[in-house]
């Protein structure tokens, strides 16, 4: 976990249990999808993200804990459920009527020419190896990217949650 922070493992597990006792699913009823990402900074920023956007809930994949620091107090409020697969979160997901977009690079599908359904979730995978999907049927997923003009090939993880999350928002949002 996060040097210079005290005990990170026990304010996880102090926030996780006002997780399960308080937290309540989210306005909105996008669903982030983690799926192994890495403990460190990405997951606490993308716990923020949903708080901000009162998105209905997380799913993390193949998580057992992370560093709840940056996550400046939001996991005690955003819904989130542990799955030890993927395939269980989208039998979940799509058993609730959810339509799943995974974010690729190598698809043509842009982000801002998608109409997403209400019920939408958005899946995420490793920083470093993407989705993991063996046993995954893949057609099932709606494919997108963000568009970019650099020559890196993708954004940082939780930047690109935010984008997502706001993309649905901006066509979605009770808030407005």
Do not use: W
């Not at 620091?69 to 939001?74: N, R």
């Not at 058993?95 to 958005?122: C, M, N, R």
């Amino acid at each position: 976990m996060r040097k210079g922070k005290k005990n990170p493992e026990k304010k996880f597990e102090r926030e996780l249990i006002y997780n399960r006792m308080y937290a309540k699913p989210g306005k909105n009823k996008l669903i982030l999808i983690l799926d192994h990402l890495k403990r460190s900074y990405n997951i606490g920023k993308i716990f923020r993200t949903a708080e901000v956007f009162s998105l209905h809930e997380i799913h993390l994949i193949g998580t057992k804990d992370f560093d709840p620091y940056p996550a400046k107090g939001a996991l005690k409020r955003v819904k989130c459920h542990f799955f030890k697969s993927l395939q269980e979160s989208l039998e979940k997901l799509k058993s609730e009527g959810y339509q799943i977009f995974i974010f690729d690079t190598h698809t043509d599908q842009y982000l801002e020419s998608v109409e997403f359904p209400e019920k939408t979730a958005l899946l995420f995978g490793n920083e470093e190896f993407g989705p993991m999907l063996e046993g995954i049927d893949v057609s099932e997923l709606k494919k997108i990217k963000i568009r970019q003009y650099g020559e890196i090939e993708s954004l940082n993880v939780s930047i690109a949650a935010s984008i997502g999350a706001y993309e649905y928002l901006r066509q979605h949002s009770i808030m407005s």
